[in-house]
């Protein structure tokens, strides 16, 4: 159905302020199928903003931007039912059970009840949660809730997943295993959109940007852009970027 | 149509989970009827009283025995001088004295004036009055038993009849106030609850990013307090029939109808509660002191109306519970048919149309 190197999402000259402040100022880049794409940027970089435009719940204030083929000022819809998110705060209902969990956003996702029913029994086999299934969210792990939050996100076969700083929170080994979700999730075709401020995750990347004060200041292979900028890791290209932000943190 | 299916379900999962809520939901409105049914009535029933006979003669003793016959009052003890009356109006014994002065029967059969004074505790004025008009009609009786006697050939006697609630039982009044009290707590306050709770553990945003409709969230949200406000109404109705003795005059199917539209009128405030605000905390607060203090104070339920000034009479017209109020009032107890409430049901769903609007056009905005 896709061919090799097909643009799955596609942003052009967007931009969204809120009164006299640009939180995103004029961005523009394209990511392929397959592909996973780290979004840098210190917090209030304006990161969460442009993802929030890409997944149709924030209007983009001017620009154009296409996701999965779809445009997202007049085709919201469809824009949604070829994504999945997984928000910053980590957000599943903790007061009720792993299995209603998946089935509740499975469900609203319009995954049918017999599909459903196949895809929780093998998701709670290869997070190795089927005795837990009863359990209630609140009651695991950070871990295994991110975990959890991502399968859920990719549950209804998206073309392509927004992942909102995924990691936060949890220790490296944590997040490396969690990376391996990610890229599994890759290696059968889905486009993967990953905001971090965790650099080692940069690393684990097919491509990323750095934002630096609502404007995207560094873009390409984390090899590449080690060479382009003469430093050892991209740690240092980060601070030496975000040296020049006059937005301080929030 | 999946869609709302799963959304409900998970709706129910929350609340039965949550084992506090659940209790406030659905003893709540028992306690609360019942509180106002035993505990908070203002009707006299064996007050006890003290009477300090000073004219001892077969008059004084046919009064004193009429006004201990009545069902409203009780002797407590003797009483033999004023000092006595007094410490026990200060002890808190009694809440009314009738002191029958010396040549009670004399003063009467010689065509002289007779007088009985009353003297009632009047820390609580609204009792002080209710025990002296009740003393006083005991009174009247008295006379007028005698005046029937000596055949006087002037008497008017007003002959008074209590229409719709002859034996002027408060629970006539209370039932339908509690009953819209409740089902704009439950259906208002928890609706806008729950999708403020979205917003707050950040699932909204999922929610507002996956394919589902706005309208199914906000149908999803209601259909469980809609049930369980149903519920209440049932619970409420059996206990005011079955344990406070208060029937419904009306059409039940009317009663029931109308409580229903008056649930999607709570429903739809909820949802515009829960637009504007972020916090379970601020939803609340806004439920209770923007929604409930109105209520008590202007739907006609604890004052009445038409005693208020004239621009809280005005403020009263956009409480929707004060036309809830006078629809149940009718229905239930003047049994009243449609014919009688239109207006009332009119003013309801005029004003549900203009919340749901509102809140599905704002809802919208915060989408784009």
Known sequence: MHKEGQIVISASELTKTFGDFTAVDHISFEVKKGEIFGFLGANGAGKTTAMKMLIGILSPTSGNASVAGYDIYTQTEHVKQNIGYMSQRFSLYEDIPVIENIRFFGGIYGVGAKELKAKSAALLDKLELTSSAKTLVRDLPLGWKQKLAFSISILHDPQVVFLDEPTGGVDPITRRKFWELIYEAADRGVTVFVTTHYMDEAEYCDRISIMVDGRIAAMDKPAILKEQFQSPTIDAIFTQLARGAKRTAD | ?368
Not at chain 2, 232 to 238: G, M
């Open chain 2, 1 to 368: 149509m999946r869609q709302y299916g799963v959304f409900i379900k998970k709706e129910f999962k929350h609340i039965i989970r949550d084992k506090r809520s659940l209790l406030i939901l659905f003893a709540l409105p028992i306690a609360q009827i019942l509180i106002f049914g035993f505990a908070l009535t203002n009707e006299i029933k064996n007050t006890k009283i003290a009477i300090l006979d000073l004219s001892q003669d077969e008059a004084s003793h046919q009064l004193r025995d009429q006004l201990i016959a009545s069902q409203y009052f009780e002797l407590n003890g003797d009483v033999h001088d004023v000092a006595d009356v007094e410490s026990a109006l200060l002890s808190d014994q009694i809440k009314l004295a009738v002191i029958i002065p010396e040549n009670f029967q004399n003063d009467l059969s010689h065509g002289n004036e007779a007088q009985v004074q009353l003297i009632a505790d009047a820390t609580d004025p609204n009792t002080a009055t209710t025990l002296s008009v009740y003393a006083s009609a005991v009174i009247r009786d008295f006379q007028g038993d005698i005046n029937g006697a000596y055949n006087l050939p002037y008497t008017i006697t007003p002959e008074v009849r209590m229409l719709y609630n002859p034996q002027l039982k408060g629970a006539y009044l209370f039932v339908p106030g509690v009953m819209g009290m409740i089902l704009l707590l439950i259906s208002a306050m928890m609706t806008s609850i729950a999708i403020v709770r979205e917003k707050e553990i950040n699932t909204m945003e999922i929610i507002l990013a996956s394919p589902l409709k706005p309208i199914v969230l906000i149908l999803s949200k209601a259909v469980p307090y809609i049930t369980i406000s149903l519920v209440n109404v049932t619970t409420i109705l059996l206990i005011s029939i079955f344990i406070l003795g208060l029937p419904v005059a009306g059409n039940i199917f009317l009663l029931f109808a109308v409580c229903f539209l008056f649930i999607t009128t709570a429903i739809a405030l909820g949802l515009m509660i829960s637009n504007i605000t972020d916090s379970q905390q601020t939803a609340m607060f806004i439920s209770l002191m923007g929604l409930m203090l109105p209520t008590l104070i202007l739907s006609g339920f604890m004052f009445p109306i038409e005693n208020m000034p004239v621009p809280m009479q005005v403020l009263s017209n956009i409480v929707p519970t004060k036309w809830f109020f006078i629809i149940v009032k009718d229905v239930m107890i003047k049994g009243l048919g449609f014919a009688s409430i239109w207006r009332e049901v009119l003013i309801l769903t005029g004003m549900t149309l203009f919340f749901l609007f509102v809140s599905y056009k704002k809802f919208k905005t915060r989408l784009a």
